[in-house]
Nanobody
């Protein structure tokens, strides 16, 4: 599976951005999809994840109530709607796909495929 993330950019604090992650290749399997983010010099951390049906979503505490993850399986695309952005949301955002979540939702090693990252900068 190849993942292509897009939608990053510059936003002001309090503003909104929507990230997209388009999957191609073998999209026939039921992948759990997630967004991680990483600040230079720090580890990559989970932001949100969503199961195949879209009925279960998981969020990091820091983004609950502000970010919404969704997916459109017909379009092989996962979205991350980010609202009420804060400067601390500034990071490179990565989408990822997991077949089995063998080490749990929040652990990057659970994920088999990664997108290239899209940069989000939030100014105060």
């Amino acid at each position: 599976v190849q993942l292509q993330a897009s939608g990053g950019g510059l936003a002001q604090a309090g503003g909104s951005l929507r990230l997209s992650c388009a999957a191609s290749g073998d999209t026939s399997r039921a992948y759990y999809m997630a967004w991680f983010r990483q600040v230079s010099g720090k580890e990559r951390i989970i932001v949100a994840g969503i199961n195949w049906s879209g009925h279960r979503a998981d969020y990091a505490e820091s983004v609950k109530g502000r970010f919404t993850i969704s997916r459109d399986n017909a379009k092989n695309t996962v979205y991350l709607e980010m609202t009420s952005l804060k400067p601390e949301d500034t990071a490179v955002y990565y989408c990822a796909a997991s077949l089995s979540l063998s080490s749990g939702v929040a652990t990057s090693r659970s994920y088999n495929f990664w997108g290239q990252g899209t940069e989000v900068t939030v100014s105060s």
